[in-house]
């Protein structure tokens, strides 16, 4: 039967929910982390038992094993159909040794302790998948677009080599590297990919370049959340672009064939004769790749009109020649 060690380790009761184990485990954590504590001994300790109390009672799967069957459902090989069977009553006896686990071997095997059960010796850790890192990224407008790569750097957390290659007691001697936690950060330089497509907020999974796993288990993910810097003239509308693009008048009114800037190149463009500011031509697979599935978005040419930049008496004179061009008042249906 489970004991309530591991949730008095963090002050909560055995009907605690997700958060309140959260909550009791970063408060206890800020506490008596190595980092605040240096060189006392008894806050390292305690320190690794909360720790190990989180990384249990936070999994779902581990919890329950827990709550059934105390440390001995937490060993690697452990088998809860056999086990099951076994408390039932008659019936083959599960192969192994299902009576006597302690925190102290769960500790022990976390974190390089030897603990030894008879001529066993020391007990295989369970195996734990590595931690899922978080990172950010800021990168230009148009390489949000078209993909890029970069490098960044982590600080991964990794095995300390010293406890585990000189086999020290990690419970009982500071350990000069990791202070007895059995773990210590590593600076590392990465070389990402940053597929085309993401947008501002965008979470890019790179799988296995997270926290090495313990026990045998497989390094957790690294997730890279991209920040886009603005454009001076693009707008992004989900996998559309707008470009804002300004004609003369005489191009407005005559039509032309101008050229417009893409992420993909230049694009010839035919403006219709007769266009008002703010029409809007449609450039079909011009705009951003969907990181999903294939194909783009559109591209909006949207145009703006420009009056001439000098009023000389040849420009007066053909305004005042253009405007007898209006057949009505523009703003005859301008009304409130």
Known sequence: MA??????????????????????????ARKFHPDVNQGEAKAEERFKRISVAHDILSDPDKRGLYDEFGFDGLQAGFDPTRARQFKRGPGPQPQGDFGGY???????DLFGQR??????????????????????LEIDFLEAVRGTSATI??????????????????????????YGTGAIEKSERLRVKIPAGVDDGSRVR?????????????????????????????????????????ITIGEALLGAQVTVPTPAGNVKVKIPVGSQSGAKLRLRGKGVPR???????????????????????????????????YSRDPRADVRL
Do not use: N, W
């Open 102 to 108: 302690s925190f102290e071997d769960i500790l022990g």
């Open 3 to 28: 004991t309530p060690e591991l949730y008095a380790e963090l002050g909560v009761k055995k009907s605690a929910s997700a958060d309140d184990i959260k909550k009791a485990y970063r408060k206890l």
């Open 206 to 246: 790179l799988a296995g370049k997270g926290g090495a796993g313990s026990g045998g288990g497989a390094a957790g993910d690294l997730f890279i959340a991209t920040r886009v810097r603005p454009h001076p003239l693009l707008r992004r509308l989900g996998q559309d672009l707008a470009l804002d693009l300004p």
């Open 153 to 178: 750097a982590l600080q991964k957390p990794v095995t300390c080599t010293t406890c585990r290659g000189s086999g020290m007691d990690g419970a009982t001697r500071r350990c000069p590297t990791c």
């Open 291 to 325: 990181m999903k599935g294939s194909g783009h978005g559109d591209f909006y040419v949207v145009l703006q009109v420009h009056v001439p930049d000098r009023t000389d008496d040849g420009v007066r004179e053909a305004i005042q020649t253009l405007e007898k061009g």
């Open 115 to 136: 603990a030894t059960r008879g001529s066993q010796g020391r007990r295989k850790a369970p195996a734990a998948r590595g931690a899922d890192l978080e990172s950010s």
